[in-house]
């Protein structure tokens, strides 16, 4: 496994926002920016610099349908959606 630093994780969290995005917009999907990464869109018009993450929130039935139609209708092998809808007995922590 190779070794990547911040700036190319950052770029690589672009490019699947990006993919959210387009998935969102093609199945009539809302969702919003929250967090760090709403706050660095507004402030710095990119990432706040020391944040390392997207933060999202999409309503309840949005989640739903997403989650339901993301791995089905996927147009990038290289990203696959994860929840306990595919794993009943996916491990959540909680904190």
């Given at each position: 496994m190779k070794k990547i630093g911040l700036e190319e994780q950052k770029q690589m969290m672009l490019e699947m926002l990006a993919d959210?995005?387009?998935?969102?917009?093609d199945h009539n999907l809302t969702y919003y920016l929250t967090g760090g990464t709403l706050l660095g869109a507004?402030?710095?018009h990119g990432y706040i610099p020391w944040d390392d993450d997207i933060d999202?929130?999409?309503?309840?039935?949005?989640?739903?349908?997403?989650?339901v139609l993301y791995n089905k209708d996927?147009?990038?092998?290289?990203?696959e959606f994860v929840s306990y809808h595919q794993i009943p007995d996916l491990y959540l922590?909680?904190?």
């Open positions: 959210f995005d387009g998935f969102c917009r507004v402030r710095h999202v929130g999409m309503p309840r039935s949005d989640y739903e349908k997403f989650a996927r147009k990038n092998p290289d990203y922590s909680s904190g």
